[in-house]
Nanobody, 113 residues
Framework: QVQLVESGGGLVQAGGSLRLSCAAS????????MGWYRQAPGKQRELVAA???????NYADSVKGRFTISRDNAKNTVYLQMNSLKPEDTAVYYC???????WGQGTQVTVSS
């Protein structure tokens, strides 16, 4: 089992940036894909970005060119750098360790227009 803790959410104006962090309780990145998901009010949870154990990344079309997923293996931490934020990016953001099907508690991101 693994515990995940997200941080870095907050309130930002449209066009601004935030960096989310997801700290894992132990070293797992060599064996699992890590994903960032988001869920807006009244909508289904959706995958935003993922990074595989081999380091390959993929993004939802809605965030390509604006968001970047990365990881620091030494810190057991995955990041989501979010630039050029839009009001439609407002959601609770969660990280997930796919192999363990473990989720963090979520962090709120609110983008004002």
């Amino acid at each position: 089992q693994v515990q995940l803790v997200e941080s870095g959410g907050g309130l930002v104006q449209a066009g601004g940036s935030l960096r989310l962090s997801c700290a894992a309780s132990r070293s797992i990145f060599s064996i699992t894909t890590m994903g960032w998901y988001r869920q807006a009010p009244g909508k289904q949870r959706e995958l935003v970005a993922a990074i595989t154990s081999g380091g390959s990344t993929n993004y939802a079309d809605s965030v390509k060119g604006r968001f970047t997923i990365s990881r620091d293996n030494a810190k057991n931490t995955v990041y989501l750098q979010m630039n050029s934020l839009k009001p439609e990016d407002t959601a609770v953001y969660y990280c997930r360790a796919a192999w363990f099907d473990s989720w963090g508690q979520g962090t709120q991101v609110t983008v004002s227009s």
